[in-house]
């Protein structure tokens, strides 16, 4: 008698909703960041603190997430992930209706423990819904549509949330009062719909997530390890790694959350064009991470890496020397050539730990920590050299070098 396999196609359609939507919701802060600053009349240091939110939760939020999967499983941490996640999202609402940051940060401080619940569940158990064979491709189809959420994402924020009005200091003080508190009344309310909308929808996925029936998988006891955290340390290329991993986020982070300012100030085009190469800079980050995977198979990783990270140590000179639609092509080319960063520094990293396998990729993982670090120094710099964006950027070209550093030497297993 023929055995029924079941059928995962609803849960696997509705985890790789998941994907999506943390992708969305990460790309938005690309254009939440100079639109909250002009809303609410920041520094750039101050507009830089919706990244360290984000990732200070997803630092703080990694560790206790593993342990609400294990005591409650995929499905439940699924359903808890949903509901943080929507209520930092309506936390948009009052804190738009009283122009209040402190709200706004609380808010995505909260969507940040939210995404983390998620990405720890979605991940590994996108690889269970289905034949173990195939589950390697399932992760990589769900996760290319975190790759599309980088386009679209930008693309929604800049119809809905960017205005294309900009005041600068002296103009919005020469507005009589009445004018100047209804122009950041409106500027602050039109994050509301996208937020309320994207609130209300992660509520009807949690709801079908409540009442469909779900696989739970268990995990394999598979004894006591004897790696350590310690013992993964001794390695000199996984220390490497982490530094490495902290300082590619750092330059990640900063090149997109100045990408819309940079755009405007030295590439002359308007608010609302650099809202939409925002999103085609999300496109070629997504080209890039394939082309350079398909590179790889004839390309030794850490040289693919030291390459690439010698593009983007070029493309930042271009950035801050270069003007016009120059600075608009080098960020361009830092979204391709920053693409397979990430994991390839990872892979490096793990490489041949054996027993401390697991600890060590939790090490690089809380290295996204830079992600909360680099953004605000630059906004610090960018503050004290009057408002000069292009300067700002030598804060990833340096990191940019650290990261050449681990694919031409650091990368190497001690003897």
Same mark, same amino acid.
Request: charged share 10%; hydrophobic share 50%.
């Given at each position: 008698?023929?055995?029924?396999?079941?059928? %995962?196609?609803?849960?696997?359609?509705?985890?790789?909703?998941?994907?999506?939507?943390?992708?969305?919701?990460?790309?938005?802060?690309?254009?939440?960041?100079?639109?909250?600053?002009?809303?609410?009349?920041?520094?750039?240091?101050?507009?830089? $603190?919706?990244?360290?939110?984000?990732?200070?939760?997803?630092?703080?939020?990694?560790?206790?997430?593993? /342990?609400?999967?294990?005591?409650?499983? %995929?499905?439940?941490?699924?359903?808890?992930?949903?509901?943080?996640? *929507?209520?930092?999202?309506?936390?948009?609402?009052?804190? +738009?209706? *009283?122009?209040?940051?402190?709200?706004?940060?609380?808010?995505?401080?909260?969507?940040?423990?939210?995404?983390?619940?998620?990405?720890?569940?979605?991940?590994?158990? +996108?690889?269970?819904?289905?034949? +173990?064979n195939d589950a390697t491709t399932r992760l990589n189809l769900a996760q290319s549509f975190n790759g599309l959420a980088a386009f679209l994402a930008p693309m929604v924020g800049t119809i809905f949330i960017l205005s294309g009005k900009e005041y600068s200091s002296s103009d919005l003080n020469?507005?009589?009062?009445?004018?100047?508190?209804? %122009?950041?009344?409106?500027?602050?309310? *039109?994050?509301?719909?996208?937020?309320?909308?994207?609130?209300?929808?992660?509520?009807?996925?949690?709801?079908?997530?409540?009442? /469909?029936?779900?696989?739970?998988?268990?995990?394999?006891?598979?004894?006591?390890?004897?790696?350590?955290?310690?013992?993964?340390?001794?390695?000199?290329?996984?220390?490497?790694?982490?530094?490495?991993?902290?300082? %590619?986020? #750092?330059?990640?982070?900063?090149?997109?959350? $100045?990408?819309?300012?940079?755009?405007?100030?030295?590439?002359?085009?308007?608010?609302?064009?650099? #809202?939409?190469? /925002?999103?085609?800079?999300?496109?070629?980050?997504?080209?890039?991470?394939?082309?350079?995977?398909?590179?790889?198979?004839?390309?030794?990783?850490?040289?693919?890496?030291?390459?690439?990270?010698?593009?983007?140590?070029?493309?930042?000179?271009?950035?801050?020397?270069?003007?016009?639609?120059?600075?608009?092509?080098?960020?361009?080319?830092?979204?391709?050539?920053?693409?397979?960063?990430?994991?390839?520094?990872?892979?490096?990293?793990?490489?041949?730990?054996?027993?401390?396998?697991?600890?060590?990729? *939790?090490?690089?993982?809380?290295?996204?920590?830079?992600?909360?670090?680099?953004?605000?120094?630059?906004?610090?710099?960018?503050?004290?050299?009057?408002?000069?964006?292009?300067?700002?950027?030598?804060?990833?070209?340096?990191?940019?070098?650290?990261?050449?550093?681990? #694919?031409?030497?650091?990368?190497?297993?001690?003897?």
């Amino acid at each position: 008698m023929k055995e029924n396999k079941p059928n %995962y196609l609803v849960p696997f359609v509705l985890v790789t909703c998941l994907f999506f939507m943390w992708g969305f919701a990460n790309n938005l802060n690309g254009i939440l960041i100079p639109h909250l600053r002009k809303a609410l009349q920041l520094s750039n240091m101050q507009s830089t $603190f919706v990244d360290t939110a984000v990732y200070l939760a997803y630092f703080l939020g990694a560790i206790p997430a593993g /342990l609400v999967l294990k005591k409650f499983g %995929y499905k439940k941490g699924i359903i808890l992930g949903l509901l943080v996640f *929507s209520l930092g999202a309506f936390l948009f609402v009052p804190a +738009a209706n *009283s122009r209040t940051y402190g709200i706004f940060l609380l808010g995505l401080f909260i969507i940040g423990i939210g995404l983390t619940i998620l990405e720890t569940a979605a991940n590994p158990y +996108a690889t269970k819904l289905g034949d +173990a064979n195939d589950a390697t491709t399932r992760l990589n189809l769900a996760q290319s549509f975190n790759g599309l959420a980088a386009f679209l994402a930008p693309m929604v924020g800049t119809i809905f949330i960017l205005s294309g009005k900009e005041y600068s200091s002296s103009d919005l003080n020469l507005l009589p009062e009445v004018e100047k508190i209804a %122009y950041l009344t409106s500027e602050a309310a *039109s994050v509301k719909m996208p937020y309320m909308i994207l609130g209300g929808f992660l509520l009807v996925i949690a709801v079908l997530f409540m009442v /469909l029936k779900f696989p739970e998988f268990k995990e394999e006891d598979q004894g006591e390890t004897t790696g350590s955290i310690g013992g993964a340390l001794k390695h000199k290329h996984l220390t490497w790694a982490v530094i490495a991993q902290l300082f %590619y986020v #750092g330059a990640q982070v900063c090149v997109t959350s $100045f990408f819309v300012r940079m755009a405007i100030s030295g590439g002359g085009v308007d608010e609302k064009t650099a #809202g939409y190469y /925002l999103g085609i800079y999300g496109i070629l980050f997504m080209v890039g991470r394939f082309l350079g995977t398909f590179i790889m198979k004839y390309l030794a990783p850490a040289k693919l890496l030291s390459i690439y990270a010698a593009m983007c140590i070029l493309l930042s000179l271009v950035a801050v020397y270069a003007d016009g639609k120059n600075v608009v092509l080098a960020l361009g080319g830092l979204g391709f050539f920053m693409s397979i960063m990430f994991p390839t520094i990872f892979s490096l990293g793990i490489n041949d730990l054996k027993e401390n396998t697991k600890p060590a990729s *939790s090490l690089i993982v809380m290295a996204i920590i830079g992600g909360a670090i680099f953004p605000v120094i630059m906004g610090y710099i960018i503050d004290n050299s009057n408002d000069n964006i292009q300067v700002g950027y030598w804060v990833p070209l340096v990191c940019f070098i650290v990261v050449l550093y681990y #694919g031409l030497v650091g990368h190497k297993k001690a003897a």
